[in-house]
């Protein structure tokens, strides 16, 4: 990685910030697109991306979500947000993975 590149990664790195206040307001499809498409170009091992996303802008939808985790999680803040990306993950394409079937599929998870 050139100089350059690093010194650019790690000021967006030192930049980030945990966000602790959700706005109510809605959030455009084009930022949704834009959020979607870099969890998709997120490392993975042997590049099996084990991940979908499941986008939830429906109130009644993001509620029952939000039930079924309640105690596991805070919600309460969430509750305010218009849209929740839920991702799911495990191997979906597991064919195409190079060393064969990983004994974690045959497990509960």
Not at 8 to 19: F, I, P, T
Not at 41 to 64: C, H, L, M, Y
Not at 65 to 81: F, H
Request: aromatic share 6%; proline share 7%.
């Amino acid at each position: 990685m050139s100089k350059l590149r690093y010194e650019q990664l790690l000021e967006l790195v030192k930049a980030r910030r945990s966000v602790r206040r959700l706005k109510e307001d809605p959030v455009p499809d084009g930022i949704v697109d834009r959020i979607l498409e870099a969890a998709r170009w997120a490392p993975s091992g042997a590049d099996t991306q084990p991940w979908e996303f499941i986008v939830v802008k429906d109130e009644e939808n993001r509620n029952k979500l939000l039930d079924a985790v309640e105690g596991t999680i805070t919600v309460t803040q969430l509750r305010k947000v218009p849209v929740l990306i839920v991702v799911c993950g495990g191997y979906p394409r597991q064919s195409s993975l190079p060393w064969g079937t990983p004994h974690r599929l045959r497990g509960q998870y």
